[in-house]
């Protein structure tokens, strides 16, 4: 018998007093980070730096040392979201307690695809809480996810088992009339995505046109329905939007959900953004009315609930569906009555994912931080800073609105009669490139009637009314320049 091989040393700090003076010292960087956001827009990444957040594949370790010195390097290298004039696309900006969670998280380390431990109840916590918010039955099923879109691909095969049967899981949709869903014109390319990864393909997802309130027409819709069935197809959910990409605009819950009644389809609704209007008083909760009644609805977190990525969640009415879209316990996983491999249900039997982070305690720990009043509070400011930028370019005799603004999104262009409309397409687009690197705000841009438009989406709480006012006359500067 020979004597067995020593141990490895492991990969816990060797000097436990240093780790600790370097951990501090990151968390001071970090502070400082978030304290100073007003003074640190995006910044374009210059090679130096690049060049050093790829070197060649580590062999031997640098240590704790300077790995922390290198992490505190990059905190000025961020998209620039934590800034108050950021206003591109719909990036959130996290919090000071989502960082505390996102410290505890880490040093946790939970799997929260099951068994029994804390983590798991502070999940529970969070869905339970926002069925309450949106008003879904305490009955219904939830699970946080990566974001809006693993989350509509998530009630989107609960929709298809229900309406077409447990068989889609087993024997697949090949063979079977084609499944069709139905969304507004505009709806969020996700929805696209979605239908594609459950195989359908992009030709069973029908664009229904607007109406005149921006809103999913309904008259169409039905007529859609109707067509597709004569053809031998097999409509199976409807998606609402609450809140477009494009303009904020919500489509009509309480009459989908009539709808759908009638034709025995199921109710999506995709909230990513727009759904958190619901907690933000008059008269912008009204733009949610009905939202409760759907199947299921899909929404972030880190977007306009201002949590650190990446957290979304999905909410199912029929928790049976749910579950029976996605339970598989082999024998690995076999539950059991006591000890760690008890605590049913398993968020795994909800989702794709066995093996998941803790996103749920950045969650918990902002909305026991803040409370639901003061989060709402932030949110319908960020609608008042939208009707404030509006105001502003309605004012200004070298712009225009691109549509009304009804939430926390303003879409405007510049007024140059001097070009062609390829021309100022070129133009907005340059625009928002030059005041993205001169650091003075992050517009986005979008399409709107087939032209381009500067595009905000403000879902910042560090947006104050002077940061909008920087950003419209950045814009009243910068339009008049030669690109």
């Not at 609805?297 to 749910?322: N, P, S, T």
């Not at 918990?364 to 989060?375: F, N, V």
């Amino acid at each position: 018998m020979t004597d067995a091989a020593p141990d490895h040393e492991g990969l816990d700090p060797t000097d436990r007093d240093a780790f600790r003076a370097q951990a501090h010292a990151l968390l001071e960087a970090c502070l400082d980070h978030l304290e100073a956001a007003r003074e640190r827009p995006w910044r374009p990444v210059s090679e130096e730096v690049r060049e050093a957040l790829m070197p060649p594949l580590p062999r031997s370790g640098i240590g704790e040392d300077a790995t922390a010195k290198a992490l505190a390097a990059l905190l000025p290298h961020g998209t620039g979201n934590t800034h108050p004039g950021f206003f591109g696309w719909v990036h959130g900006t996290g919090t000071h307690a989502g960082l505390l969670a996102e410290m505890a998280a880490a040093a946790i380390n939970a799997n929260l695809g099951g068994r029994d431990h804390g983590a798991n109840y502070v999940e529970r916590a969070v869905i339970g809480w926002a069925k309450e918010i949106f008003g879904f039955p305490e009955t219904g099923s939830g699970v946080l996810t990566t974001g809006t879109s693993q989350a509509t691909v998530i009630a989107l095969a609960a929709a298809r088992l229900a309406i077409a049967g447990p068989g889609t899981r087993k024997e697949g949709i090949t063979g079977g009339p084609g499944l069709t869903a139905y969304c507004a014109a505009g709806a969020h390319n996700a929805m696209l995505k979605a239908v594609e990864l459950l195989g359908h393909g992009s030709d069973s997802l029908r664009r229904i046109p607007l109406g005149a309130d921006g809103a999913m027409d309904l008259t169409a819709l039905r007529a859609a329905i109707a067509e597709d069935r004569a053809a031998g197809h097999s409509p199976f959910a409807v998606i609402g939007t609450a809140g477009s990409v494009d303009t904020g605009t919500f489509d009509d819950f309480n009459a989908l959900a009539d709808l759908v009644a009638a034709e025995g389809l199921w109710l999506h609704v995709d909230g990513a953004f727009g759904a958190w209007a619901r907690i933000a008083g008059d008269p912008w909760r009204g733009l949610a009315a009905g939202i409760e009644r759907a199947h299921s609805l899909a929404f972030d977190f880190h977007k306009w609930m201002y949590v650190q990525y990446d957290c979304g969640a999905v909410l199912i009415r029929d928790e049976a569906a749910h579950r029976a879209a996605f339970a598989a316990r082999p024998s690995y996983l076999e539950a059991q009555d006591a000890g760690l491999g008890g605590g049913e249900p398993w968020f795994c039997d909800y989702g794709i994912d066995l093996s998941r982070g803790f996103r749920a305690l950045k969650v918990w720990s902002t909305l026991r931080a803040y409370g639901l009043d003061r989060l709402g509070n932030a949110i319908a400011a960020n609608c008042r800073h939208a009707a404030h930028m509006g105001a502003l370019v309605e004012a200004a005799p070298e712009l225009a609105l691109a549509a009304p603004v009804c939430l926390n999104l303003c879409c405007f262009r510049v007024v140059r009669p001097d070009l062609s409309p390829e021309e100022a397409d070129t133009l907005h687009r340059r625009i928002a490139i030059r005041l993205q690197e001169q650091g003075t705000c992050v517009f986005s841009t979008t399409t709107l009637q087939g032209r381009t438009a500067l595009r905000a989406a403000i879902v910042n709480h560090r947006t104050r009314l002077a940061d909008v006012e920087r950003a419209v006359e950045g814009v009243r500067k910068t339009c008049g320049q030669e690109f």
